[in-house]
């Protein structure tokens, strides 16, 4: 069955290193978003990407870095992490098409200390 | 800025009906999302509402009223599974979603 899966799906950093989420779908969907979950926030939209080669940024994308080199895969990373990053991240992928459903993956918890 | 207004928590007793209210203020207006999140999960689509009126699917319903910024989820014949997180979320355009902070609800025998 095709899927959306994240890993590490826990890490425990310290400041300042640099930090690489996976996030692959096996859909083929042509739109993959990354959020960040924190309590009294909601879900907020780090980057999000509409194909290959295509990166944009988000409403919390300071420290964030994607990169789009096939359909299947959005890395996300922090490139100095910071405890302010401390956060639950999720990937997303939608079709592109009328269908405005985003499948979420399971989530990755990171922790820098 | 960009804010969508949703309660914080919601209490029903099963079998009964519950609504989860939203309003919004966003720089672009495509459309209204809800999604489900039960504790440690991810969010999952329940409904999209792109024009004003209501639209059913099983016992959920979703409502948007788009002259109001104001759109709502109606859960009927609550069950004990039906607790969990409901985000409101806008499309502000080409799918880029803007979540609501979430209502928890709570569902008791």
């Known amino acids: 069955d095709a899927e959306i899966t994240q890993s590490p799906r826990h890490k425990i950093t310290e400041t300042g290193r640099q930090v690489t989420l996976a996030c692959h779908q096996t859909?083929?969907?042509?739109?993959m978003f990354w959020y960040r979950q924190d309590l009294g926030h909601g879900l907020r939209l780090i980057h999000y990407?509409?194909?290959?080669?295509?990166?944009n940024k988000g409403e919390v994308s300071d420290g964030y870095s994607v990169s789009r080199s096939n359909t299947e895969d959005l890395p996300l990373t922090l490139e100095s992490a910071a405890s302010s990053q401390t956060s639950v991240y999720f990937c997303?992928?939608?079709?592109?098409?009328?269908?405005?459903?985003?499948?979420f993956g399971p989530g990755t918890r990171l922790t820098v200390t | 800025g960009q804010s969508l207004e949703q309660p914080s928590e919601v209490t029903a007793v099963e079998g009964a009906i519950v609504q989860i209210n939203c309003t919004y203020q966003?720089?672009?207006?495509?459309?209204l999302s809800w999604y489900q999140q039960h504790d440690g999960g991810a969010p999952t689509f329940l409904s999209y509402?792109?024009?004003?009126g209501l639209e059913e699917t099983g016992r959920f319903s979703s409502f948007l009223s788009r002259s109001d910024s104001y759109g709502y989820l109606l859960l009927q014949e609550l069950q004990m599974k039906d607790s969990a997180s409901y985000f409101c979320?806008?499309?502000?355009?080409?799918?880029?979603?803007?979540f609501g902070t979430g209502t928890r609800l709570l569902v008791s025998p």
């Open positions: 997303a992928s939608s079709p592109g098409t009328g269908d405005q459903e985003q499948y």
């Open positions: 859909w083929n969907h042509n739109n």
């Open positions: 990407s509409y194909g290959v080669q295509d990166t």
């Open positions: 966003t720089s672009g207006f495509y459309g």
């Open positions: 509402n792109a024009l004003d």
């Open positions: 979320a806008v499309n502000t355009g080409f799918q880029k979603l803007v």
